[in-house]
Structure formats: structure tokens, C-alpha cells
Nanobody
């Protein structure tokens, strides 16, 4: 079973930057897709950014041009660089991985953007 551990969340001012990290317990190249979703209380979890094993990336329209997903295979870690953050980026961010048809989730990390 894949374990995912997120870190890097916190409080940041609007216009600032933050980098989230997701460390996987197995090689990230054993995952078909890895990425980040986010959730605000009372709302559905939504995609922020994902990266496929091929390296292809996909972003939510709301974060395009501001967020960048990347990976470091030597560290089995996926990152989400968040720039020019906005108050509406405030959410719990969850790391996710798909392996052999199963979806795995981390425990989530809170990101709060103050105006």
C-alpha cells in the first residue's frame, strides 16, 4: 500500500509563494499519475494539478500560470510550487497517486492565504 506524506502548507499572504511536497513510500515511476487536489469545507474536492508517468501535466484553469507541478524521482517526491497565491487558493491540499487501478491519498495539508 502506497503511503503519501504531504508537507509545506501554512499561512501565506496574497501574492506570495508556497511549495508543497509529497513524499511517496514507493518509486513515483510505479504510479500512473500523481498530483494534488484541494478541498474547501462544504465543497467537493477538486483537481489542482497532476503529472502522469509520461511527464504530461494537467492544471485546473484557476491555477494555470501560477502553480507548477514537478517531481524528483531520486527522492520519490512530487512538488506543487504555488506562486501569486490568492485568498481563493485557501484549502486543504491533498496529494494523490494512482497505482494499478487503486487511488491513494495523503492526510492533507492546510494552505491559508490572507488578503
Amino acid at each position: 500500500q502506497v503511503q503519501l506524506v504531504e508537507s509545506g502548507g501554512g499561512l501565506v499572504q496574497a501574492g506570495g509563494s508556497l511549495r508543497l511536497s509529497c513524499a511517496a513510500s514507493e518509486s513515483i515511476f510505479s504510479m500512473n499519475v500523481m498530483g494534488w487536489y484541494r478541498q474547501v469545507p462544504g465543497e467537493q474536492r477538486e483537481l489542482a494539478a497532476v503529472i502522469a508517468i509520461s511527464g504530461h501535466t494537467n492544471y485546473a484553469d484557476s491555477v494555470k500560470g501560477r502553480f507548477t507541478i514537478s517531481r524528483d524521482s531520486a527522492k520519490n517526491t512530487v512538488y506543487l510550487q504555488m506562486n501569486s497565491v490568492k485568498p481563493e487558493d485557501t484549502a486543504v491540499y491533498y496529494c494523490t497517486a494512482k497505482q494499478y487501478g487503486f487511488d491513494y491519498w495523503g492526510q492533507g495539508t492546510q494552505v491559508t492565504v490572507s488578503s
